[in-house]
């Protein structure tokens, strides 16, 4: 069992940055890639990040280049740092953990098996 709690969210001008993080707890918490998945009002949720103990990063088209996921394996925890902020990044953001056994399809929302229950940002113009 894994429990995810997100922090850090909230209210942002477009261009700026802000960074939101999540804590894993439990035991296995260390097989399990962690990531974000974010929803944003009337859309489906969307892949933005994720990332293995091992180093492993892997981003959606629409943040590349402005997003980076860290993790720190000491502390189990995963940030995702949002640089050059759109109106359109606006969601609740999801961390999601996932082990991934049947393929590295981090589109696939049934494929993770935790989550956190979000944490909203706002990104005003």
């Known amino acids: 069992q894994v429990q995810l709690v997100e922090s850090g969210g909230g209210l942002v001008q477009a261009g700026g940055s802000l960074t939101i993080s999540c804590v894993a707890s439990?035991?296995?918490?260390?097989?399990?890639?962690l990531g974000w998945i974010r929803q944003a009002p009337g859309k489906e949720r969307e892949f933005v990040a994720i990332?293995?103990?091992?180093?492993?990063?892997y981003y959606g088209d629409s943040v590349k280049g402005r997003f980076t996921i860290s993790r720190d394996n000491a502390k189990n925890t995963v940030h995702l740092q949002m640089n050059s902020l759109k109106t359109e990044d606006t969601a609740v953001y999801y961390c999601?953990?996932?082990?991934?056994?049947?393929?590295?399809?981090?589109?696939?929302?049934?494929?993770?098996?935790?989550w956190g229950q979000g944490t909203q940002v706002t990104v005003s113009s």
């Open positions: 999601a953990a996932g082990r991934f056994l049947g393929g590295f399809n981090y589109n696939d929302l049934s494929a993770y098996d935790y």
């Open positions: 439990g035991g296995t918490a260390y097989r399990y890639a």
């Open positions: 990332t293995w103990s091992g180093g492993g990063r």
